[in-house]
C-alpha cells in the first residue's frame, strides 16, 4: 500500500509562510491524485488542495490565491507540497496528506500548523 508521510509543520506568526512536503512511497504508480487536507479542533476535515497526475489542481475558496500545491514526479521519487502564504491564525489545524488510487484512498499521519502572534 502507499505509505504518505509529512513535513514541514510549526508555528509561525500571522502572515507568515509555511511549506509542507508530503513524500509517497510504495506503488506510487498507482496514484490518480494527491491531496491536502486539515482539521482544526472541533471541526470536521476539510479540503485544501489536490493535483491530479495531469496537473490539474483544485482549491478551496479560503486558501486560492494564497496556497499553491505542487508535485515532483521525478523518477523513484513522488512529493507533493503546499505552499502556505500570508497564513491567518484561521489556517491553524492539522494538516493531513491523501493519496487516491483506483482502489482505494489512503491518508498520512498529519503535521500541525499553528498560527499565532
Known amino acids: 500500500q502507499v505509505q504518505l508521510v509529512e513535513s514541514g509543520g510549526g508555528l509561525v506568526q500571522p502572515g507568515g509562510s509555511l511549506r509542507l512536503s508530503c513524500a509517497a512511497s510504495r506503488n506510487i504508480f498507482s496514484i490518480v491524485t494527491l491531496g491536502w487536507y486539515r482539521q482544526a479542533p472541533g471541526k470536521q476535515r476539510e479540503l485544501v488542495a489536490t493535483i491530479s497526475m495531469s496537473g490539474s489542481t483544485n482549491y478551496a475558496d479560503s486558501v486560492k490565491g494564497r496556497f499553491t500545491i505542487s508535485r515532483d514526479n521525478a523518477k523513484n521519487k513522488n512529493m507533493v507540497y503546499l505552499q502556505m502564504n500570508s497564513l491567518k491564525p484561521e489556517d491553524t489545524a492539522v494538516y493531513y496528506c491523501?493519496?487516491?488510487?483506483?482502489?482505494?484512498?489512503?491518508w498520512g499521519q498529519g503535521t500541525q500548523v499553528t498560527v499565532a502572534s
Open positions: 491523501k493519496a487516491d488510487l483506483i482502489d482505494y484512498s489512503t
